[in-house]
């Protein structure tokens, strides 16, 4: 493991519960600044896969480095460099606006006052939604959502950001609005970017 230009590794990767096997000896090599996708129907095991290379949850068998780092010992600087959004959850406070979740934000990453105002003007003004990081989250359309939480796990900009199926339950122009803004972010800052979806368009 660990050759060069490679940010992500897996060797035979697997994750069994109570006997049954989720995730089966996945291999995987991605080079930095890389978009890949894992697709597949529901319960192919894509989430279980993001959960290990975040750390979430440790494998039954297999190894993983990412950032030169194994996820599950959960190390506090492999931590503050990588991102994960899931779908069907939040990491915003359901009843008071995304900008007061972003300052919490900014706290935890150490981001300085000026980069984080002016990644979050980059951020929300790309994706359209400036004029919405006041409103309550729970006021919010599922699109508009979506890219808060992805402005959320953006601000301190993660070498690595894991999407787990980010276009579920949009509609045909947010999903192309969301992919659109993901290869660009990925061209601008060389993030590395791993989604999950049972769409082929993703």
Sequence with gaps: MGKQNVILETEDLTKSFNGFIAVNKVNLAIERGAIHALIGPNGAGKTTTLKML???????????????????????????????????????????????????????????NSDYTSRLKYLSETLGIADKLTVQVRKLSLGERMKCELIGALLHYPKVVYLDEPTIGLDIVAQHSLREFIADFNKKNATTIILTSHYMDD
């Design 54 to 112: 975040s750390g979430l949850l440790h494998p039954t068998n297999g190894h993983a480095e990412v950032m030169g780092y194994v996820p599950w010992i959960r190390d506090n600087e492999f931590r503050r460099n990588f991102s994960l959004v899931m779908g069907q959850r939040s990491q915003l406070w359901w009843d008071l606006p995304a900008a007061d979740s972003y300052l919490l934000n900014k706290e935890m990453y150490s981001i300085a």
